[in-house]
């Protein structure tokens, strides 16, 4: 048996894989431009980071989460319970830690006293609340640039985390495209080992 038709179809799948494994390396590498033969050679994706960056911030703003939304969360934020909370503590902490309860008559009624204070301080700062939240959402909405902050974000990573970032999602996809390059390198090699015994 002649086993040099074994030689190019495995030839053609080392090459092939790694042709994709390289191809796949240099989206990403070299990070920073290469000056080579007066060609300046960089990485696809570090080239292109800032419109990366900002393909990716639009896409998660308007398919993921935007400022909207965080309005409409904020808008129905019911605080009746955490104001309670709140006001509970401040107060019980005010009138055991205070002198109030020394105070002879003051002493006699703290508990009923507590009780209307609670309920008065609880019910304005509810109302002062309810007031202002339209308004504190409205600016929340307008002031907060969600895209503008993720592409700020995205960006400022450093180049090996945001290669990290990038591969973690597609890993298996890459290994596939790789692979794939070794098949069809398998299958050129195999056709022409068929046609040069066929012909």
Do not use: C
Not at 35 to 40: A, P, R, T, V
Not at 52 to 79: M, N, P, Y
Not at 116 to 130: A, P, R, S
């Amino acid at each position: 048996m002649d086993y040099k038709i074994f030689i190019p179809p495995i030839a053609g799948a080392i090459i092939g894989w790694f042709t994709n494994y390289v191809a796949i390396k240099m989206l990403f590498r070299p990070y920073r431009p290469v000056n080579l033969l007066g060609y300046k050679l960089q990485g696809l994706i570090p080239k292109r980071r800032k419109e990366i960056a900002a393909g990716i911030a639009k896409t998660i703003e308007r398919e993921l989460v935007s400022a909207k939304d965080f309005s409409e969360i904020l808008q129905g934020i019911e605080w009746k319970e955490e104001v309670e909370k709140a006001v509970d503590e401040i107060v019980e902490h005010r009138f055991k830690a205070g002198k109030i309860k020394k105070i002879p008559l003051i002493g006699l009624i703290s508990e009923n006293l507590t009780y209307h204070i609670k309920y008065l301080l609880t019910k304005e700062v509810i109302k002062h609340i309810d007031e202002k939240k339209g308004s504190f959402v409205e600016k929340f909405h307008d002031k907060v640039n969600m895209k503008e902050m993720l592409v700020t974000r995205i960006d400022n990573l450093d180049i090996k985390r945001f290669e990290a970032l990038l591969t973690d999602f597609i890993a298996r996809e890459l290994r596939h495209i790789e692979w794939l390059g070794g098949a069809l390198g398998f299958v050129i090699g195999l056709i022409q080992v068929g046609i040069v015994y066929l012909l």
